[in-house]
Nanobody, 122 residues
Framework: VQLQASGGGLVQAGGSLRLSCAAS????????MGWFRQAPGREREFVAA????????SYADSVKGRFTISRDNAKNTVYLQMNSLKPEDTAVYYC????????????????WGQGTLVTVSS
């Protein structure tokens, strides 16, 4: 499946952004979708994931209560609503897809988008 992430940008601390990830597959509903991020000089880390039916969701502790992952299977799109953004949220955000249950490790995801840069100024 091909993935195209968008929605990044520059925002002040406390602000909000919504990232989108459009998938090419007509079988999008079969995929578990995840968001990861990578800050300069740091390893890629898990942010959030959502299961096929959207009943199952998982979040990194650092974003719980601030970020919300959702999906629209009719539009083949997964979203990441980011509120109360902090400077430490600055990173390139990647969406990813896998067949199977939610996994927190990036190595379990087979398809990746190109990344979208989120910069949070203090």
């Amino acid at each position: 499946v091909q993935l195209q992430a968008s929605g990044g940008g520059l925002v002040q601390a406390g602000g909000s952004l919504r990232l989108s990830c459009a998938a090419s597959a007509r079988t999008f509903f079969n995929y578990t979708m995840g968001w990861f991020r990578q800050a300069p000089g740091r390893e890629r880390e898990f942010v959030a994931a959502i299961g096929r039916s959207a009943d199952m969701k998982s979040y990194a502790d650092s974003v719980k209560g601030r970020f919300t992952i959702s999906r629209d299977n009719a539009k083949n799109t997964v979203y990441l609503q980011m509120n109360s953004l902090k400077p430490e949220d600055t990173a390139v955000y990647y969406c990813a897809a896998r067949i199977g249950s939610i996994q927190l490790g990036s190595r379990y995801y087979n398809s990746w988008g190109q990344g979208t840069l989120v910069t949070v100024s203090s």
